[in-house]
């Protein structure tokens, strides 16, 4: 099988940035290639009626450890953010603002923005922020400005989360290899084991 | 450190089962024993106001899709219950009987009940089949039943519940090494990298 592997994330959830750190290395050693999809976790939760696991009574002190230590145990920075979790709406609309014109300057951004949020305690739910991150990987502010506020990329970001929540996305992130669903960054040895196998 | 680890498990969790299956030989290379100690899950999310992850409003279809591939990924026998989840006091207050006899023969009985549910589908929750189960194991079926039944018995299994809610476990399976909290049968990598460097 040669299809790309496609990941739902949101740009606020700690084990999507966890797995988007690893994803793109792991496909490329099987010869694959990753879609990336940001989408919208609250709006995914709000169709289903669910919350957060952080907002799980008695979970949060531990999810936070948990973000922490396993962030340490796959070698990644991470300081959990002061705000946590933010709108990401913003960050969204321009990483797909930003996909419509190159895919490659659109993973460096959402790279950027992850690595912003979750390593350099920047505040990527305020405008000014992502903007600043796309002009970091060679976009025009004043396009993607005027971009990211097009009723297109709203509404490609809402069908994007609607797609998700269509093909049973409950979770972020959320990886699809040739049609098997696997849900969190702790997947990741099971997701290599089926790229190496084609399943098991 | 040589303190044994703390193993927290509910006979009806398919994670705990799978955890049955490794936590004692992860242990064994690093020197360590484990006490395993059955909870009862129902009562911890009753406790804390919250529900079972499989009773999460678009998560049952997948949570059993990924019991059954994570039990194959490790390499461990399932058959995902008919009957499930199951009631399993009368299998943990058998366990904590047969533990003030003898610690080794209440670790086999319990690896009894967890194959008998998940690989050859008996259903634990009738206190005729736990009882076979722990004649199995070498206990004395009139002994066991007579002991299953002593209010000393039924007040251990409600402490060991209790005091796992005030330890801070909402989920099972929950392991403790050294005072460090791991949820999950997915954190075992964790769990076996903490025991080789003292915490990372």
Not at 62 to 76: E, K, P, Q
Not at 161 to 166: D, P, R, S
Not at 184 to 200: S, Y
Request: glycine share 8%.
């Amino acid at each position: 099988m040669t299809d790309p592997l496609l990941f739902y994330f949101d740009f606020t959830s700690p084990y999507s940035y966890l797995a988007s750190e690893k994803i793109d290395a792991t496909a490329d050693r099987f010869g694959r290639k990753v879609q990336w999809r940001p989408v919208l976790l609250g709006g995914i939760f709000k169709a289903l009626g669910t919350v957060s696991l952080v907002n799980q009574p008695g979970m949060a002190a531990y999810s936070v450890h948990d973000f922490v230590r396993s962030a340490r145990f796959l070698g990644v920075p991470y300081v959990h953010p002061a705000s946590f979790p933010v709108s990401t709406v913003a960050a969204a609309r321009v990483y797909y603002c930003l996909h419509g014109q190159d895919c490659a300057m659109a993973r460096r951004f959402a790279h950027k923005v992850f690595r912003a949020y979750f390593a350099a305690g920047r505040d990527v739910s305020a405008p000014a922020v992502v903007l600043e991150l796309a002009e970091k990987v060679g976009a025009g502010r004043t396009a993607v400005e005027a971009g990211m506020n097009e009723p297109a990329i709203k509404e490609r970001l809402r069908a994007e989360t609607e797609a998700a929540v269509a093909a049973g996305v409950f979770g972020a992130p959320w990886i699809v290899v040739d049609g098997e669903s696997f849900w969190g960054a702790d997947r990741l040895p099971q997701i290599e084991r089926w790229l190496e196998t084609g399943g098991f």
